[in-house]
């Protein structure tokens, strides 16, 4: 009796990717006795035994489950999600080799361990180590979803592989480090940030969030804890185009865009946010480097990617309490604190891209947004951003 799955998460022997359709060959049959799970092969005369998370794979197989679904089931057990799918994806391997179970329909079995995305003009690949994975991360990035059967080569390539109960980001071929379940959405979507500002065709990345409105952009500038990424929320709900929390890129034609990754959601802001988008709570919590606990909220509506001029500028300032107001803000002092929070490719500033700021921020409007309900913010805007 050979001891099949003693230790499942070994090394996979077939598919990169297992078939979403199987089903139970001819001659297999499963059994229990004396506590102990057999599982005999009539074709080749053997009688392997199974662990428990083995005969559970081959159990929920056997009632027609997809392979997706038995990892689902695993990770409802406790299993975490990147160990569920190594189990099922290294069990199934290793029985469709033996001949214990067969494909029912390869033709059509579906790939759901592999993302494209498009950022900043980017087109971007992300494969995952397991459909559990995939389930855990993908969400966070469906909103900027492209059709990878379009024919458009991939701009950059990523890959996340299961090890242990771990998880490698790696970027090309570029080994970018191990983390745990709750931290791999923050390390990829800071890989992500970082290639295309990198990568990107831009002349300047300022720190701002960025909402459209009549045809024209809107920056929210301010310190951390300002509150750009809850307002940014509160605004799209409200009817302003959302077009990224953390990064506006002026381009060459002296127009701006937004990087529009699900906003950040911090958890002192959960209770603030959720009154505009209760869904919030439904998302999955992660741990960023910096210790915070967040949730990525995809935009509720389809996000505005096209670049356009620059229509208002505000500085935000968060008060304890107080009427909110607007006051007029000197555009130079506006561009300063800009240029404060921005980088140009290169890390220096040129003479020509300092004009083409110039010319962009001569039609803004700017603003200090001093506040301390979020509605009287999104009132004050709303009214001044017609």
């Known amino acids: 009796m050979t001891p099949l799955a ?118 971007i690949r992300i494969r995952y180590a397991s459909g559990a994975l995939a389930r855990l991360v993908a969400p966070a990035f469906a909103h900027l979803e492209i059709d990878a059967a379009a024919g458009r080569a991939a701009d950059l390539s990523f890959a996340i592989d299961a090890v242990g109960d771990r998880f490698r980001l790696l970027a090309g071929n570029h080994d970018i480090g191990t983390f745990a379940e709750n931290e791999i959405v923050p390390a990829l979507k800071a890989q992500l940030t970082a290639d295309v500002l990198a990568h990107g065709a831009y002349s300047l990345a300022i720190h701002a969030a960025s909402l459209a409105r009549a045809g024209r952009m809107l920056l929210l500038c301010g310190e951390p804890g300002a509150g750009k990424t809850t307002l940014t929320v509160a605004l799209a709900q409200a009817g302003f185009g959302y077009a990224g929390d953390d990064i506006a890129l002026l381009g060459p034609h002296g127009r701006v ?27 999955q919590v992660f741990r960023r480097s910096d210790g915070q606990d967040v949730r990525y909220l995809p935009p509720a509506a389809p996000v505005a990617s096209t670049p356009l001029p620059l229509g208002w500028v505000v500085l935000l300032c968060r008060q304890p309490d107080g009427p909110a107001g607007l006051a007029h803000l000197d555009r130079i002092d506006a561009m300063r604190s800009v240029l404060a929070e921005a980088t140009a490719p290169g890390q220096r500033l040129s003479a020509a891209v300092f004009g083409l700021l110039a010319k962009a921020m001569a039609g803004a409007d700017c603003h200090v947004l001093t506040y301390a309900r979020l509605e009287d913010a999104v009132h004050e805007l709303g009214r001044a951003c017609a």
């Not at 230790?7 to 996979?12: R, V």
């Not at 990717?17 to 057999?38: E, H, I, Q």
């Not at 937004?258 to 709570?281: H, I, N, Q, T, Y």
Request: charged share 20%; aromatic share 6%; net charge negative.
């Open 257 to 283: 865009a937004g990087v529009p990754f699900a906003a950040s959601v911090k958890s002192g802001a959960w209770p603030l946010v959720s009154r505009f988008r209760p869904d919030l709570e439904a998302v």
């Open 6 to 123: 003693e230790e499942i998460a070994g090394t996979s022997v077939v598919p990169d990717v297992v078939p979403a359709k199987l089903a139970v060959a001819t001659g297999a049959a499963f059994a229990v006795m004396d506590g102990r799970k057999l599982l005999f092969s009539e074709e080749r005369q053997q009688l392997h035994e199974l662990n428990d998370i083995a005969a559970y794979i081959w159990c929920r197989t056997e009632e027609g489950a997809v392979p997706d679904a038995v990892s689902d089931g695993l990770a409802g057990l406790g299993v975490s999600p990147g160990a569920a799918g190594a189990y099922v994806r290294d069990a199934l391997s290793e029985w469709c080799r033996l001949g214990l179970i067969v494909v029912e329909d390869p033709a059509k079995a579906p790939d759901h361990r592999h993302q494209s995305i498009e950022v900043a003009g980017l087109s």
